[in-house]
């Protein structure tokens, strides 16, 4: 059985931690390998929730009876952006406690020598959310319909979208995607192309396995949802009632913006 199938998959997780490791790690080893990565991870409907350039079919917005690409930002770990940006003061320990979290999974399941950080997650997602007001670009903030081709994609924004298809199965290149924000593909495809080796995009690449793979674990899944229906429910909404808030990350949408949304 494959390995989300499985009634206890603690051994085989505990297993593919380091098989895992070492893929990213290949991935990085050479930094042309950039869209072939975010494209592998866009194939695994686990993870691809946290891709900070996501692909997807759905419907046309613009012509319902036909399917196609679309590339989007990621959801992130924190169920309010204002967090990110600290505009109040009980953020700081809302703040505290995420990145206290993640360190707690990273220990669980990696042990305590490794260089990964809990912070660095915190900041990677800033860092994206905050992609999203750059002004690089002139562009129609209205306007959550852009349709590029390959050439456009490339040349104007830095995104590889022949790459990119073809690492997803494409034997030609689609003609184009559709993308709600230039100036985020932009500024996050330039990001992206500078640091997605560096030490800070490692710890992000493999904690957003990493929270999906011990929500299958027997002993760690406590981790995961000790934090995200209890802790983070009653930051939420004054509940402690786990159907009233948000599941965590890629396990529900109630907490997490709309890929479109910003």
Not at 13 to 30: A, V
Not at 93 to 116: A, Q, R, S
Not at 124 to 136: L, Q, R
């Amino acid at each position: 059985e494959g390995l989300y199938d499985e009634a206890d998959n603690s051994f085989s997780l505990e297993k593919n931690i380091h098989n895992m490791i070492k893929e990213i790690d290949d991935y990085r080893s050479d930094p042309q390998n950039l869209w072939k990565f975010l494209a592998n991870i866009s194939k695994n409907e686990v993870i691809k929730f946290a891709s900070p350039l996501g692909w997807s079919l759905e419907a046309d917005q613009k012509d319902s009876k036909h399917y196609a690409n679309y590339i989007a930002g990621p959801e992130v770990g924190l169920y309010d952006l204002d967090i990110y940006f600290q505009t109040k003061p009980e953020h700081k320990l809302i703040k505290k406690e995420y990145v206290e979290f993640i360190d707690h999974v990273f220990k669980t399941c990696i042990g305590k020598d490794h260089t990964l950080k809990g912070s660095d997650i915190f900041d990677i997602e800033y860092e994206m959310i905050n992609s999203y007001g750059c002004t690089e670009v002139k562009e129609d903030i209205e306007n959550t319909y852009n349709k590029l081709s390959h050439n456009e994609a490339f040349n104007k924004y830095g995104f590889d979208w022949n790459t990119f298809s073809k690492e997803l199965g494409y034997k030609k290149c689609p003609k184009f995607f559709i993308t709600s924000n230039l100036n985020y593909l932009y500024c996050v495809s330039k990001s992206l192309k500078d640091d997605w080796t560096s030490s800070k995009w490692r710890s992000y690449w493999i904690y957003i396995h990493l929270i999906q793979m011990i929500r299958f674990h027997k002993k760690w899944r406590n981790i995961y949802y000790e934090y995200f229906e209890k802790i983070r429910c009653l930051c939420c909404c004054g509940s402690n009632r786990p159907d009233h808030c948000v599941s965590g990350p890629g396990g529900g949408r109630q907490g997490h913006r709309d890929r479109l949304y910003i």
